[in-house]
């Protein structure tokens, strides 16, 4: 093989691997951006639970009180 032919090869090759580190690189961002708005999902979701909780044991407060006021 001669000595242009090998550079173009190389070339060549230096090309595609420079296209595929940026393609993973983009991929990393794009998954990145998904953890974060997964983790902003679990917070929101974490104060619903919470607020659920919290009116699930009012209620039953209530229900206790109903309950002994009319046997």
């Known amino acids: 093989m001669a000595v242009s032919e090998l550079e173009k090869a190389f070339g060549t090759l230096t090309e595609a691997l420079d296209l595929t580190e940026s393609e993973i690189t983009e991929e990393i961002k794009i998954i990145q951006q998904q953890i ?9 979701l974490h104060g619903k639970q ?3 909780a919290h009116d699930r044991e009012s209620i039953s407060e209530m229900v206790n009180r109903y309950a002994a006021a009319n046997p």
């Open 36 to 44: 974060e708005e997964l983790k902003e999902r679990i917070v929101e």
């Open 50 to 52: 919470e607020t659920l």
